[in-house]
């Protein structure tokens, strides 16, 4: 477990989500008690059992692919959902939140990479929705910022300008849309293989597993 690297995040000023996909629950309590809370899942099923069987001090992230039929299984516990990536998602998490009487804060994921596998807002898309997100009832949801996943490359110059324009796109929305909002202020970019060219183009929150945990197990029973 590399503790460093917690205590490096820790004086950049920036939060670690440790991302514990598949890691097991031994692990996370490990973390846990050198002070780790935010923990990042991919899969609603693997969040929910250990959200029942953790810690209830954990602050859950849900950092994968969302559906919207399965948002009402987190809907009562989720510290913030980084993936939004339709108004409809939105309009269901705000739905599910009413139910739970709490405010969810969300990310709006944007597509910045390259590959086409990747899931997000294009541009265009990421506009349309903060334009009816402005104009709807949304007192159950709370857009904090966006998040993204540079290509998987080698070439750090494509990573350097993936980032530097979710960061471009971030300013702008701030200044149009959030100009007084002091919760939208988050940036959630990086992850083990370019945490630290994220933070150089100022993300807020890097999403973390191997660099802490080690090698995963896809083996283990979730």
């Known amino acids: ?41 991919n899969k609603v099923q693997e969040l929910v059992r250990k959200y029942e069987n953790l810690p209830k001090d954990i602050k859950w992230h849900m950092i994968g692919h969302l559906q919207k039929n399965k948002v009402k299984y987190i809907a009562g516990f989720v510290q913030m959902i980084h993936s939004v990536e339709s108004f409809e998602l939105l309009e269901v998490i705000q739905k599910e939140a009413q139910k ?27 506009y349309s929705l903060l334009d009816q997100y402005i104009k709807g009832d949304f007192h159950h949801v709370r857009i904090c910022g966006l998040m993204g996943m540079a290509s998987f490359t080698d070439d750090e110059a494509i990573i350097h300008q ?7 796109y971030f300013i702008d929305i701030k200044s149009a ?36 945990f080690g090698a995963r197990n896809y083996g283990i029973s979730v």
């Open 100 to 126: 739970q009487d709490r405010i969810i804060d969300v990310l709006l994921e944007v597509r910045i990479a390259r590959e086409e596998t990747k899931y997000g807002l294009d541009k265009s898309g990421l």
């Open 162 to 168: 993936e980032f530097g324009l979710l960061s471009e």
């Open 177 to 212: 849309y959030f100009p007084f909002a002091y919760y939208f202020n988050e940036i959630s970019m990086g992850m083990s293989s370019d945490y630290n060219i994220a933070i150089q183009h100022g993300s807020t929150i890097v999403r973390i597993g191997s660099l802490i």
């Open 1 to 41: 477990m590399n503790l460093d690297l917690l205590t490096e995040l820790k004086e950049a000023g920036v939060k670690l989500v440790a991302v514990s996909k598949t890691v097991a629950e031994e692990a996370i309590l490990d973390l846990y008690h050198e002070g780790q809370l935010d923990f990042g899942e």
